[in-house]
């Protein structure tokens, strides 16, 4: 094969492995490859004015397309300024293929302006962290890095690429990288002990997260679900896992106190636990949440996860798909009629009671949010996507917009502040023929706000919500809660809580970036509010008082 330079062939090889959009912020030691970028054909170049920015769009995308996204960080300032949002793709399971470049391998004995150790920065954020020093195994190495990052369990990947490798002379191969199959099924017996520990429970509790959403098991669960007649609990889940109308499914566990998960399991004499790990809380419990002889069993194609905290009866590492529908049929035969009579019961009353809530509006108490939400559901049916980083104000945005259809809800993840925005330019990058709406609180909004820019340079339509309440809302309750338990009298909240002087003009900054926006402030307004933004061509923002 004819050799040509290494910053041309890499991506050659990218579009070979489907990356042809890379999200980033340019600079110096990568210039020579952004030139091929700008040459090339069939490749796309998504400028953010910032890496947290590009890194938050990127998950955005990957996570709507249900694939990998490219992202392109400038050297170890940018890897930096990139690390909070790397977090949270880690946390998440997001197929980021990360790539950095640096002066060159010839510098690297002079400790030179910006040298820093690449891989050492990136190792605690991603799955697998590397650095080519060979021009003849840049494409080699990159494929392995796709490899990585798209095996269950999926998660960013790090590549630097140093200058002076990329400039030289390259002849390798260019494939497509292989993936290999997860959907592993478990044995027979191993179905047969899971499906026997758990046919006998009075109280069976299942608890989910995003390995089923991944493997596209939302069916095969909720079939299980309901031959035992146990509540659904989504524990480290941000997809949809099981439907919001679902009558088994009872919400989220929460990931901030370790008590309040506990309290939704303690009754529970069969816990099945797919695709998730227990428990993912800030302050979490360090005994077992499990009552004294409660049946266990874990599924999930991430054996790490399994047992990882809590003893379990059975762990099975296995695709949740593959392994629910096999549960299924082995549940099917073998419930006896008490049994199955006893499950059918609880699903029934559970049913009942899901049609009296479901008969009633959502809640809408003549705020300006609730008017706007209501609003929004009425004009949409509901026909949207949702990118969730409301936080406090949450709770609203899914009585209004439950989360319904894999792939029509998005929720942040990982702790760190900032996806709402990116998220939804990204989403709304992936899936242009979809309403896409980003919901955040005013505080998250901040960190990554360029995120407007990009959506207006780039055409994308997305639409963005800023929940105001002019403070870190979250950061009182919590801090309300710590109060509680170490019994301090309540007072004020700390002043560094407070976001509301000076007052932040979020319309006004929406529009100096290039995009619409309005300030809603009464119900009344909020109406309008609606109209205009869907009307409206081009990113939009709606600032609504809480």
């Avoid at 026909?383 to 899914?398: G, K, N, R």
């Amino acid at each position: 094969m004819e050799a040509t330079p290494g910053r041309e062939r890499l991506i050659e090889q990218f579009k070979a492995d489907g990356l042809k959009v890379m999200f980033g912020n340019p600079g110096t030691v990568e210039q020579g490859f952004l030139d091929a970028v700008d040459a090339a054909e069939d490749f796309r170049y998504v400028l953010a004015l910032q890496e947290t920015v590009a890194a938050g769009i990127a998950d955005g995308y990957a996570r709507a397309t249900g694939g990998a996204a490219l992202l392109q960080l400038h050297s170890g300032v940018g890897l930096g300024n990139g690390i909070g949002m790397l977090y949270q793709s880690l946390r998440g399971h997001t197929p980021l293929v990360v790539v950095a470049g640096d002066a060159g391998v010839r510098y690297d004995a002079m400790d030179a302006q910006m040298a820093s150790d690449l891989v050492a920065m990136a190792r605690p954020v991603t799955k697998y962290a590397t650095r080519v020093t060979d021009p003849r195994s840049v494409l080699r190495t990159v494929r392995r890095a796709v490899k990585i990052a798209l095996t269950p369990p999926r998660g960013p990947v790090f590549v630097a690429l140093p200058m002076d490798v990329l400039d030289e002379l390259n002849s390798e191969p260019v494939l497509p990288a292989t993936v290999p199959l997860t959907d592993v099924a478990p044995s027979p017996a191993s179905v047969g002990r899971a499906a026997a520990l758990l046919a006998s429970a009075e109280r069976p509790v299942v608890l989910v997260g995003d390995g089923v959403a991944l493997s596209g098991a939302q069916r095969e669960l909720a079939a299980v679900a309901e031959l035992l007649g146990a509540d659904v609990y989504e524990v480290d889940s941000s997809e949809v896992n099981i439907a919001a109308s679902h009558p088994l499914r009872r919400g989220q566990t929460g990931h901030m106190f370790g008590p309040h998960s506990k309290e939704l399991v303690a009754d529970a004499d069969g816990v099945l636990i797919v695709g998730t790990y227990v428990f993912p809380e800030v302050f979490p419990e360090l005994e077992s949440p499990f009552r004294a002889g409660a049946k266990v069993v874990h599924i999930d194609l991430n054996a790490y996860e399994i047992a990882k905290n809590h003893p379990v009866d059975l762990g099975l590492a296995a695709d949740p798909r593959q392994a629910l529908r096999a549960l299924a049929g082995v549940l099917e035969r073998q419930l006896t009629p008490q049994r199955r009579a006893a499950a059918a019961a609880r699903l029934d009353a559970r049913t009942r009671e899901r049609a009296r809530s479901a008969g009633a509006p959502a809640e809408d108490d003549g705020t300006p949010m609730a008017v706007f939400l209501r609003t929004l559901a009425e004009r949409t049916g509901g026909d949207l996507i949702v990118f969730d980083e409301a936080l406090t104000t949450s709770p609203l945005v899914t009585r209004h917009l439950p989360a319904e259809r894999p792939g029509d809800y998005h929720l942040t993840r990982g702790g760190s502040l900032g996806v709402g925005f990116p998220g939804a330019v990204g989403a709304k990058l992936a899936r242009p023929d979809r309403l896409v709406v980003g919901f955040a609180g005013d505080g998250g909004s901040m960190y990554t706000y360029q995120a407007l820019w990009t959506a207006a340079r780039h055409g994308i339509d997305a639409k963005f919500v800023v929940c105001n309440n002019r403070k870190y809302r979250l950061l009182d309750d919590n801090i309300a809660q710590y109060w509680r338990e170490r019994d301090i009298p309540e007072h004020g909240f700390p002043g560094s809580f407070d976001l509301s002087h000076p007052e932040i003009d979020f319309a006004g900054l929406a529009r100096s970036l290039g995009a619409g926006g309005m300030r809603v402030e009464k119900p009344d307004e909020a109406v309008a509010a609606v109209g205009r933004m869907l009307s409206h061509p081009g990113p939009f923002l709606v600032d609504v008082q809480i």
